[in-house]
């Protein structure tokens, strides 16, 4: 296994190397001139896959949802102060969570 990564180095070095000591000058030179006429686009068949759509009649048990909405008080307001002192009301949510076999 250390061979082969001595190998893998000793490579890429020389191949840095050679990149590295080698003078490339470039002068001179132009892009060509293009002329581009009008033409005709391809003909494509595409053919899509086909989608149906539809419904199908599902059963399902939902969360139930209970807002204990306290009575009022004398003074014929409703309050309900949390720890920041911000009237809310006491919400309960029961969700009952089977395995679906189905899945």
């Known amino acids: ?12 070095a020389a191949v840095f190397g050679w990149m590295y000591f080698t003078d490339t000058d470039v002068d001179g030179g132009e ?11 391809p003909d494509v068949d595409v053919r899509g896959p086909e989608v149906s759509t539809g419904t199908k009649e599902v059963t399902m048990e939902v969360p139930t949802v209970d807002v ?11 309050d309900v102060v949390d720890e920041e002192g911000v009237n809310t009301p006491d919400v309960d949510v029961d969700v009952e969570v089977e395995e679906n076999p189905d899945r």
């Open 1 to 12: 296994m250390t061979k082969w990564i001595v190998g893998a180095v000793v490579i890429i």
């Open 31 to 41: 892009l060509p001139e293009v002329e581009v006429a009008g033409g005709e686009m």
């Open 68 to 78: 204990d909405v306290p009575e009022e008080d004398n003074d014929g307001d409703m």
